[in-house]
């Protein structure tokens, strides 16, 4: 029989963790392969460690890490999917936004040869128009940036094949943007519907900030156009300001040369003082993360594992 691991990272989940593992016993239970599930805590800080605990002494299916604080969920999922030695994994959310139904599809898909099933959502229940527009407005973007297709509306929520998590496991950079890594490594990939329910307890963890900073990850870390732009704006302004000293001299030769063109001098230096700004920040920005890079530190580290098992290498 084919085994599942079920990767489940969990940050502050004490709300829903009790309804999201009764809802995936349902679901795992009727179907004819040997599964578990592999709750990460992401370093929590209410009670979903000792839940967990609860959960593994009551269901043998049920394996557990605890990592030693919290490194956030690209590396929470890492650390899961690290430590997968079944046949494929499942990654979903623990608040029920992905719902736990939709696993026999994603392993139907897994058993017709697919190594990268993703679920992608037609719509977005429980989120507001700004949160739907800036979603729209960033995959769009990263389409238009990138060489790397990350599919529109599709969260973490995926199965992975055996060969597609030996994959993922060999790309340990920092700066983590997984659902451009899944993409990224290709093998055979396909996309599976549902609707996006709103989350059942608790809170998300996502603001707008940390959304930003994700995207800006996102682009970064699989696009160079940044700093292309940031070139091409330099090069456009630079043919700007030569025109317009061919037009400034121009007329400066057939009418004289009054003093006045203040206000013109000021556009000009602030339009290239903000030009500069930007650029440098781009660079920064790339700069900042080869710096990260630079430091080889590991992704995360586990302080506790359920049922306590020789780490993984
Ligand atoms: N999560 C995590 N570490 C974090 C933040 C979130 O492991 O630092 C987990 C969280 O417990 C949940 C999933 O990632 O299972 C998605 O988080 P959330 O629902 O807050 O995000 P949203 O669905 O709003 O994008
Ligand atoms: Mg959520």
Known sequence: MPRLTVVVPAYNEVAVLETFHARLTQVMGPLPLEWNVLYVDDGSRDATWALIEELVARDPRTTALKLSRNFGKEAALTAGLDHVDADAAVVIDADLQDPPELIPTLIERWQEGFDVVYATR????????????????????????????????????????????????????????MKGLFTWIGYRQTAVYYLREPRQAGTTKWNYWRLINLAIEGITSFSNAPLKLATWIGILSSIAAFLFALWTFGKAIVFGNPVHGYPSLMVVILFLGGIQLLALGVIGEYLGRSYTESKQRPLYFVEEQRPPRPRAP
């Not at 973007?141 to 496991?169: C, H, I, K, N, Y």
């Open 122 to 177: 037609t719509a977005r229940a429980g989120e507001t128009r700004l949160k739907r527009l800036t979603a729209a407005l960033f995959y769009r973007s990263m389409e238009q940036l990138s060489d790397t297709r990350v599919p529109r509306d599709t969260g973490d929520f995926r199965l992975l094949s055996r060969r597609a998590l030996d994959a993922l496991r060999q790309l340990r950079e920092r700066q983590r943007f």
